[in-house]
């Protein structure tokens, strides 16, 4: 690709901008952001950014909305200021867990933010851990799906891992345990939910593997409000774990989440930083940094060499 290497951040994540741009040695593009008292965002680039390559971090963080707006508009700026190339880096994907048709007259949301980011001028996509691989089929550019596998496996590699077992939290997540699996080497296990009539949640009814007087680690892409952890931790001690810890790449920890988990069985969770989480730090949480993963794709993707080793 042509053109100077150029990065510019929304306002959901700017640490980590900062850091992706540490390690790029490059400085963070130049940009203003300005609310209106209706409600509206201007953004201006400010600096020159024709003919570069230009990415363009976001994440989905609080205020999801007014991200992903900011972010259109950002990337409709850049292509207005004739930037050769506008990649989104949207480490945690918006909407990513609204990707099917489950219910009647709804919105498949993933499929339609694809929409928007191509309209608003989008040329590429680099993101992390999709809910669903299939979203990358939403679009009809280019779309790079790092995994943080790799960063997570070298995190417990560094442990003893005497007497540690993966379990998945239920069967959906079982397929992508198996990477977990096959890098540290260790046996599965797999939480056997049931659903009994239409408006109750699933509940843990068995567990599929051996888990008596293991060390548990459950394996999930997300944490959202952090039920479904805490009541796979209650139910695996009941079933005579020693111990039970937890990983997911994406530490939403929306609502009483934080709470919640400090109170439970849980003893560690470890995530990484696709979102931020300064403001939502206890201390049971650990988290790994994804500047270095995602630094090395954008350098790949500008200087046209191969990523598909950076996927995990």
Same mark, same amino acid.
């Given at each position: 690709?042509?053109?100077?290497?150029?990065?510019?951040?929304?306002?959901?994540?700017?640490?980590?901008?900062?850091?992706?741009?540490?390690?790029?040695?490059?400085?963070?593009?130049?940009?203003?952001?300005?609310?209106?008292?209706? &409600?509206?965002?201007?953004?201006?680039?400010?600096?020159?950014?024709?003919?570069?390559?230009?990415?363009?971090?976001?994440?989905?963080?609080?205020? @999801?909305? =007014?991200?992903?707006?900011?972010?259109?508009?950002?990337?409709? +700026?850049?292509?207005?200021?004739?930037?050769?190339?506008?990649?989104?880096?949207?480490?945690? $994907?918006?909407?990513?867990?609204?990707?099917?048709?489950?219910?009647?007259?709804?919105?498949?949301?993933?499929?339609?933010?694809?929409?928007?980011?191509?309209? *608003?001028?989008?040329?590429?996509?680099?993101?992390?851990?999709?809910?669903?691989?299939?979203?990358?089929?939403?679009?009809?550019?280019?779309?790079?799906?790092?995994?943080?596998?790799?960063?997570?496996?070298?995190?417990?590699?560094?442990?003893?891992?005497?007497?540690?077992?993966?379990?998945?939290?239920?069967?959906? =997540?079982?397929? =992508?345990?198996?990477?977990? *699996?096959?890098?540290?080497?260790?046996?599965?296990?797999?939480?056997?939910?049931?659903?009994?009539?239409?408006?109750?949640?699933?509940? +843990?009814?068995?567990?599929?593997?051996?888990?008596?007087?293991?060390?548990?680690?459950?394996?999930?892409?997300?944490?959202? %409000?952090?039920?479904?952890?805490? &009541? *796979?931790?209650? $139910?695996?001690?009941?079933?005579?774990?020693?111990? @039970?810890?937890?990983?997911?790449?994406?530490?939403?920890?929306?609502?009483? +989440?934080?709470?919640?988990?400090? &109170?439970? *069985?849980?003893?560690?969770?470890?995530?990484?930083?696709?979102?931020?989480?300064?403001?939502?730090?206890?201390?049971?949480?650990?988290?790994?940094?994804? +500047?270095?993963?995602?630094?090395?794709?954008?350098?790949?993707?500008?200087?046209?060499? %191969?990523?598909? =080793?950076?996927?995990?």
């Amino acid at each position: 690709m042509e053109g100077r290497l150029k990065v510019f951040a929304g306002a959901s994540h700017p640490r980590l901008a900062e850091d992706i741009c540490y390690l790029l040695d490059i400085p963070l593009g130049r940009s203003r952001s300005v609310k209106f008292s209706n &409600e509206n965002l201007l953004i201006q680039i400010e600096e020159n950014v024709r003919e570069c390559d230009v990415f363009v971090i976001q994440t989905s963080a609080p205020p @999801v909305n =007014e991200g992903i707006i900011e972010t259109l508009i950002m990337i409709d +700026a850049l292509k207005h200021a004739s930037a050769a190339r506008v990649t989104a880096v949207l480490p945690y $994907f918006p909407y990513a867990r609204s990707d099917k048709k489950d219910k009647p007259r709804i919105s498949i949301t993933a499929r339609l933010m694809a929409d928007l980011l191509m309209t *608003a001028g989008a040329d590429r996509v680099l993101t992390m851990d999709l809910h669903s691989p299939q979203i990358q089929g939403f679009f009809r550019i280019p779309v790079d799906q790092l995994k943080a596998v790799r960063m997570i496996c070298d995190f417990y590699q560094q442990r003893d891992l005497t007497d540690y077992v993966l379990v998945a939290g239920d069967a959906g =997540e079982a397929k =992508e345990l198996g990477s977990y *699996a096959n890098r540290l080497n260790l046996p599965m296990a797999i939480v056997d939910k049931r659903r009994y009539g239409d408006d109750e949640k699933p509940r +843990a009814v068995n567990v599929i593997g051996d888990v008596e007087g293991k060390r548990c680690l459950i394996v999930d892409d997300e944490v959202a %409000s952090g039920g479904t952890l805490i &009541e *796979a931790a209650q $139910f695996l001690m009941k079933r005579g774990a020693r111990s @039970v810890e937890a990983t997911c790449v994406h530490p939403v920890l929306s609502g009483n +989440a934080v709470s919640r988990i400090t &109170e439970s *069985a849980i003893e560690e969770l470890v995530v990484t930083d696709s979102i931020p989480v300064a403001d939502r730090h206890f201390d049971k949480l650990k988290v790994l940094p994804t +500047a270095p993963l995602f630094a090395k794709a954008i350098r790949r993707i500008h200087e046209g060499d %191969s990523v598909s =080793e950076l996927f995990g």
